[in-house]
């Protein structure tokens, strides 16, 4: 529902001269006259679909609800500046729960130096939903874009993917701070986070470049938490797929020039690790990489947003 919602929006939301990115990246990019660009992103966490109220802590939704925008954030490469909160709150136990969600939201919101600066809260006879306005600034060198990867890129990602179900998904830490580090120090002709699974984040990512990409499944880095999962449910997916397909990992894939590429890997400038997981391709769509060099089609998976439980 949602890829085919945002293709209508599209088609039929008009070009506007503040906007220029339109709607295609993580986050969107306002021109403010006399203040430079402003970059802008939202995200809504529905109790039911995003989380389970009774199975998590409320500080760890708050939390989430945070590192989700600033994670849209890193995509773009930039600044965290301001967060607006809006909260609709269950009706029984109302300000409790309120305070809670602040016990996550704050320090996340310290951390990366961004100010609380408003937003709305109300109560109703349903469940929670918390949804998060995050106001960034760019660099000197600009937003990072969806669509700038060229054939011939080298496709390098941060950390390890799969199993974010066993925790991760409520845990992790916005790259941020290491999307900035690269931009300010690479040259870097593309970037997305990995919310939705690493194969569908990366095929949009390849078609917003019109182009493709080939990727090398013994590459790819699959966090111990994917064979953990496959370990509790051995009739489900492998360590493997629960990396291409799980989402909510949030760590980024980036396109470099080979060159540049080589320069990144041999240097490791991060506190975490960079990988070369294959290609960008001049055939549009997702593919295999064989040891051979054949490529063959690989289907993107991933979290499709039609309602999945936490």
Known sequence: MESDFIAWLRRCVPAHPRLPLGLRDDAAVVSATGCGDIVVTSDLLTEGVDFRLHDCQAAAIGR???AVNLSDLAAMAARPVALLVSLALPRTGAATLARALYDGILPLAAEFEAAIAGGDTNTWDGGLVISVTALGELTARGPLRRD???????????GSFGGSLLGKHLTFTPRVREALALHARYELHAGIDVSDGLSLDLSRLAAESQCGAAVKLAAIPVDPAAFELTRQQPAGPSPLEHALADGEDFELILAAAPGEAQRILQQQPLDIPITCIGRFVPQRGLWQENPDGTLAELTPRGWQHRGREK
């Open 64 to 66: 989430k609800a945070v």
């Open 148 to 158: 700038g990867a060229q054939p011939g890129d080298s496709i390098l990602v941060t």
